[in-house]
């Protein structure tokens, strides 16, 4: 299950779930507004797209 604390996880793959995590987290902070949520992590709205997709965070 993901998320489960007892989960182990590569440390080759954390970086990428740890972006993952902070990108899922501004967009439900943002309510899904991409271009507050681009803003707030630093980025572009074509980058948060980008990782969006990446990450198979969109709806």
Avoid at 14 to 28: D, G, N
Wanted: glycine share 6%; charged share 30%; with cysteine.
């Amino acid at each position: 299950m993901p998320g489960d604390p007892a989960e182990v996880v590569p440390l080759r793959a954390l970086p990428a779930e740890v972006e993952r995590q902070a990108v899922q987290r501004a967009l439900e902070a943002c309510s899904g507004n991409r271009t507050r949520t681009a803003e707030r992590l630093g980025i572009s709205r074509r980058q948060l797209f980008n990782k969006i997709r990446e990450y198979d965070l969109g709806s």
